[in-house]
């Protein structure tokens, strides 16, 4: 087994992904290898990276011609192919290890992407049980309901997430953000500003933040000013 490791890791150095791939799958059909997990995730990992790497030189060919009508449908098809992978890849995850909260997250956060609301709720719902989880759950449940036009349940998620992050980080921004957008489609444009002031005070180059508050302060001033 050690030896189909070696193998495997000498062709992703070498970029060549369909030999570390095929290597990994005969190491599998060992008998080491089928009683190791590990070797599973690292397949469908490779997968992954394949078919991003496809998407990435496909991308780079439209870049220099973007009529190229059959480029253009090689990037749909495999960027539907890469999404449904992830998807089935998470899914089977976590049937196999219901209780991996990580795997949760994944599954939960694949399945907003692809507008599956309900079912990624219940995912993460789940997810934010592992503390490390816990507040990216709770923004992909803010994000969620707000897809479902449940603002008010939105808010509640989001606010929670706040306050339990209590360094001014990447992720902090985000949760504010969210509820920012949460208030600006339910309406309150007061309460929104509010949020966006608190990132705009730390990093006022964060996403649009500055011309959402600049709109603001514009809107505020009378017609004759």
């Known amino acids: ?14 970029g060549d992904l369909d030999s570390a ?28 990276q394949r078919l991003e790497k496809i998407s990435k030189q496909l991308r780079e060919v439209l870049a220099t011609n973007p009529s190229d009508a059959t480029n253009k449908a090689a990037l749909e098809k495999n960027e539907v192919e890469l999404a449904d992978y992830r998807l089935k890849t998470a899914g089977s995850l976590v049937e196999r290890y219901p209780n991996d909260y990580a795997y949760r997250f994944d599954f939960g956060s694949l399945l907003l992407a692809a507008g599956r609301v309900e079912d990624a709720v219940q995912q993460l719902q789940y997810a934010q049980r592992n503390p490390k989880y816990r507040q990216p ?38 949760v504010i953000y969210e509820l920012g957008s949460a208030y600006e489609k339910m309406g309150k444009a007061k309460e929104a500003v509010d949020e966006f002031k608190i990132i705009y005070m730390a990093d006022s180059g964060f996403r649009d933040v500055a011309k959402k508050i600049n709109d603001f302060y514009e809107g505020q001033k009378s017609p004759s000013a």
Do not use: C
């Not at 087994?1 to 992703?12: A, E, G, H, P, S």
């Not at 290597?23 to 992954?48: F, K, N, V, Y």
């Not at 449940?150 to 360094?167: G, N, P, R, V, W």
């Open 1 to 14: 087994m050690d030896l189909y490791r070696d193998i495997v890791r000498q062709f992703i150095s070498a």
């Open 21 to 48: 791939i095929a290597w990994l799958q005969r190491g599998r059909l060992t008998t080491m290898g089928r009683a190791d997990p590990s070797l599973e995730r690292q397949e469908s990992d490779l997968l992954i």
């Open 137 to 174: 759950s709770l923004l992909a449940l803010g994000k969620a309901f707000v897809l479902s036009n449940k603002f008010d349940i939105a808010i509640e998620q989001l606010s929670l997430a706040k306050s339990e992050i209590h360094m001014m980080n990447d992720l902090k921004k985000d």
